[in-house]
């Protein structure tokens, strides 16, 4: 059974950082990409950062471009997500996702699996 768990999320004051984690389980990821995701109240999802786990190559918002970093441990098949400078703007709940085609790396509904969610509050 395939498992995404995010963690990480809490209430930080702007300016701040925190780090997200993403702990893949219940098959191989090699072959994916994994991304980040996340939904503030009355918006759409949206596409943060994603990873290519095989190469480690990037890709950015370029809302949060220069601010956040994403980052994957193979030993640990953990995708992380460090968020500094953070926003009001960036509070959201903030999902890790994996999907194994490229072409649709921003398209939300392209993703096969999805974590729980972890809520992020950034206090200005």
């Known amino acids: 059974q395939v498992q995404l768990v995010e963690s990480g999320g809490g209430l930080v004051q702007a300016g701040g950082s925190l780090r997200l984690s993403c702990a893949a389980s219940?098959?191989?990821?090699?072959?994916?990409?994994m991304g980040w995701f996340r939904q503030a109240p009355g918006k759409e999802r949206e596409f943060v950062a994603a990873?290519?786990?095989?190469?480690?190559?990037?890709w950015y918002a370029d809302s949060v471009k220069g601010r956040f970093t994403i980052s994957r441990d193979n030993a640990k098949n953990t995708v992380y997500l460090q968020m500094n400078s953070l926003k009001p703007e960036d509070t959201a709940v903030y999902y890790c996702a994996a999907i194994d085609e490229m072409a649709r790396l921003y398209d939300s509904r392209a993703y096969r699996y999805w974590g729980q969610g972890t809520q992020v509050t950034v206090s200005s």
């Open positions: 219940g098959r191989t990821f090699s072959n994916y990409f």
């Open positions: 990873i290519r786990w095989s190469s480690a190559y990037t």
